[in-house]
């Protein structure tokens, strides 16, 4: 549920967590959304927050070190040494 920030100065000690958000979007898109990520064995919200990374990197939006949170549901799948659980 939380990631460190990656900014141009490194990473900080800075964590944020997901946070729900609320979009109008044309139905056209919507369904477009759905079944892209689904051709791609993914989440609508999975398929959509990995386009806006790239889309904010490649505009320079957001530092290219910069990573998703990735999964957060059910707590960790590592030890602190990095070994899976």
């Known amino acids: 549920m939380y990631a460190r920030l990656m900014g141009s100065k490194g990473m900080t000690d800075a964590i944020m967590a997901r946070k729900r958000v609320t979009y109008r979007l044309d139905e056209t898109l919507i369904q477009a959304l759905k079944s892209q990520a689904k051709s791609d064995n993914s989440s609508?919200?999975?398929?959509?927050?990995?386009?806006?990374i790239k889309g904010l990197k490649e505009a320079g939006a957001i530092d290219d070190s910069y990573e998703p949170l990735g999964e957060t549901r059910g707590g960790p799948r590592t030890t602190p040494e990095g070994k899976a659980v």
């Open 44 to 52: 609508a919200n999975n398929w959509l927050e990995n386009l806006l």
